[in-house]
């Protein structure tokens, strides 16, 4: 039913929408690893299932779960968000599922890109590499195997020919070390369709994915991006904000826009408590979870669903902050605040465990 | 997307309909357990790769697989057979899958049978009694959990009201011993649609499935039943057959009608070699295959799909006469046989490791 075509995206006219595109549905994988998630994920699978549960009121979800875990995502999930075999080493369909392009003519196919687990943020990811070429099996669609060491979280797009990304993550040397700056630029825009690569420098403070730029500024709509911000000049996170948006008003975008930078206020520093890290076990190679180590906390890795706007909060001051910008921001939609701690605590956050399948 | 239904298939005017009717496509599952499939399945992974193939002629197919043979299932397969993750403990499609019921409006929903693995022929059966629930989601169906242990093989229906089973499978005390045989036709008529249940005795000689019909006798079309047939009195397998056309000539279905019966002749017995026994690697508790073991070969376990039968042949001098006997019955469908001593030497054959959907 599926079938790897040997041409590239932009050479069939192929591209990546933007996410705020209307989706078939939104893709996830259930969280279980108990080097990563406490309590064997326990705690992350009800916050996972409230994920679902909130984009389910806008688009159809499917969830992906290891064999042996099908059962109990079936009974905690709401019958109706789908529940597949999609065997996984961890939860984050953003970067290890495929990304999906679109020709503006019905037909739908999915990029394969290379997955390496951050670099190797543990050591086997053998079924986190099959996943995009399953989904492809799963919905009868075509694919792309892009030759190139990359994770759904680490560009977004505008849909209009921009793609915004990070240096500290595409430049990584430990994603693809053979390759310069415009190799990689070519690459994004065979694969996505882009026409111009928007370079940011770091990602957030201490983020474990090398800086992924889903955690740090996203598009609200061509020509908007929302940043994530601190007042606060003596946090770490100060410095990087201040560069993305000294870049973000230098840039002018693929259709020659000058960027509209819309700040959001980080949340106070999320910091892994006793309990939360007691309730991992660790294993050797994989990245550690130890009490007070802060998490890369961020309003910005929110999900946009058919209708709505799915965003992290934090039982925080600056939650109702947030929440009032982007939804001033995104009049249009519904913008819900979900609790989203226990899915930080694993080293992401809600755009980190979804990916959107755009409607043909 | 799928529900678990309380009620039953014939009280919201579903049933199953005969395998001749039109089908979405085709369900099967991919061989591997070393302690049933000599070299460790390779051998019947060509087998059932051909029957794929052949069957994705006439209609779609998907082939579940293991996560741990999903990229050699993949590999070997046509990429016209849709490859999915379906976690199984066998390949038995037929017996651990679901039945799919229609209501004659374009609704499907399926029924999900208990499984006991035939009573035991191996000791975990707990990934293919999963296997209808997993279907359900994979498509979006609602569900009916029937309270009876049954094998899709051990019934056949000729859609119009009359269901044909075996006393040796069906009321084996190592299915439902704590259910008449009328309480059991109660269950059938609720799960099936079916009026009228005719019973016939014992299934094929050395039939370790204790006696599936579906090796055994199965409708061509409402009113012809077709039977496997020795003319040697001396093959254990004469009574059996005598017995069971003995019984077809007195029963009248559901309609009313008499019966026809195709005799069709059996293969010469087939014999596991030393070879192919000494391929298993046993395991204490599966059913063992030891050379000289007489397999339970027959042509009556072919399979209908849209505009097809394939039929199982074995390099016999009755392969021929077989083929030309159902395409004579079956004068509108291309009659084709495939090779399938390799599918035959695992305990079933071409009907056991494919289930229909049929369209909606």
């Known amino acids: 039913m599926s079938q790897a075509i040997l041409s590239t995206p932009r050479a069939d006219g192929f591209y990546m929408p933007a996410e705020w595109a209307p989706h078939a549905g939104t893709w996830m994988l259930w969280p279980q690893r108990p080097d990563n998630w406490r309590f064997r994920g326990k705690p992350a699978q009800k916050a996972f299932s409230v994920v679902a549960r909130v984009i389910r009121r806008f688009e159809p979800v499917t969830m992906g779960a290891n064999p042996d875990q099908f059962a109990i995502a079936r009974q905690i999930l709401p019958s109706d968000v789908r529940v597949v075999e999609l065997s996984n080493n961890d939860a984050w369909m953003r970067d290890c599922g495929p990304t999906f392009v679109v020709n503006g003519q019905g037909e739908v196919r999915l990029v394969n890109w290379q997955f390496n687990a951050w670099g190797g943020l543990y050591q086997d990811w053998s079924l986190d590499e099959m996943v995009p070429l399953k989904v492809a099996e799963l919905e009868g669609l075509d694919y792309y195997n892009a030759p190139l060491i990359l994770e759904g979280g680490s560009i977004h797009v505008d849909g209009e020919g921009t793609l915004l990304t990070t240096e500290q993550c595409l430049l990584n040397e430990n994603r693809n070390p053979h390759l310069s700056r415009r190799e990689i630029e070519n690459y994004l825009r065979e694969y996505t369709g882009a026409e111009k690569i928007l370079w940011l ?67 106070e520093p999320v910091l892994i408590t006793q309990e939360e890290a007691a ?41 109702q902050q947030a929440l009032d910008v982007l939804q001033s921001a995104l009049p249009e939609r519904a913008v819900i605040g979900v609790p989203a701690r226990e899915i930080l605590l694993g080293g992401g956050n809600i755009h980190c465990i979804t990916q959107q399948q755009p409607a043909g």
């Open 201 to 267: 420098g770091d990602g957030v403070y201490n983020d474990e994915t090398d800086g992924h730029v889903d955690n740090l500024a996203c598009f609200l709509r061509p020509g908007v991006v929302a940043l994530t911000w601190t007042n606060d000049r003596n946090d770490p996170q100060y410095p990087i904000s201040k560069d993305a948006y000294d870049r973000l008003k230098k840039f002018t975008d693929a259709k020659g826009r000058r960027l509209e930078v819309v700040k959001i206020h980080q949340p």
């Open 279 to 319: 309730g991992v076990i660790p294993v050797e190679g994989t990245y550690p979870r130890n009490a007070g180590d802060r998490m890369a906390a961020s309003y910005i890795n929110f999900y946009f669903c058919n209708g709505g706007a799915v965003v992290p909060i934090f039982d925080d001051p600056h939650d």
